[in-house]
C-alpha cells in the first residue's frame, strides 16, 4: 500500500513538474514566486451586513442567470444575502420599498456588481434587444431556503 502511494505520488510529481520529477528551479532555490501580470478587482462587499460570527454551517451556491429579451425573474425575494455580477447585458432591477437609492428601478450594465437586500421584493427583467447574463451568488445554511416567489397572497 505505502509502495503504491510513493507510485502514485512520485507519478503524479512527474506530470506536474512536466516529466523530469524535478520541481522548476525558483522551488528549489526556496524564492516565493513574486506576483507578475495579475490584475483584481473587487466586484461587492457586504458592506457590514454580518455583524456576528456565525456558528452554523454556511453553503455558497452560484448560478449563471440568463433572462432573454423581455424576459424577467417575476416578483421574488431572497431570504439570504445574495450577490450578483452582470456578464453580459443590462440588467433592470425593480425593488418595492428599501433604502434611499435601493427603491423603484436600476439598471446594471457588462462587469458592474451589487448585492441585493435580504427580503425585499424585486423582479429582475431584460429591456434589452440581447440576453442578459448574470452570476448569482447565494449565501445560506445547508438545505435552507434562498428565494421565494411570489404567490397570490403576496
Known sequence: MIAALVVLV???QAQYYGGGGTPPAQAQ?????????VKARNLVTSLGGFR??????????????E??????TGRQRHQVPSYIYVLEGTLTTNSEGGPVGVAG??????????M?????WHNHSNAGLKPVKYLLLLIGTPGGPTTQ???ADD
Open 29 to 37: 532555490d526556496g524564492k516565493p514566486a513574486l506576483e507578475k501580470g
Open 10 to 12: 512520485g507519478g503524479a
Open 52 to 65: 456576528g460570527m456565525a456558528n452554523v454551517p454556511v453553503v455558497l451556491t452560484g448560478q449563471i442567470v
Open 105 to 114: 428601478a436600476q439598471y446594471h450594465t457588462e462587469g458592474q456588481s451589487y
Open 149 to 151: 416567489k411570489a404567490g
Open 67 to 72: 433572462i432573454e429579451p423581455g424576459g424577467q
Open 116 to 120: 441585493d437586500a435580504v427580503g425585499l
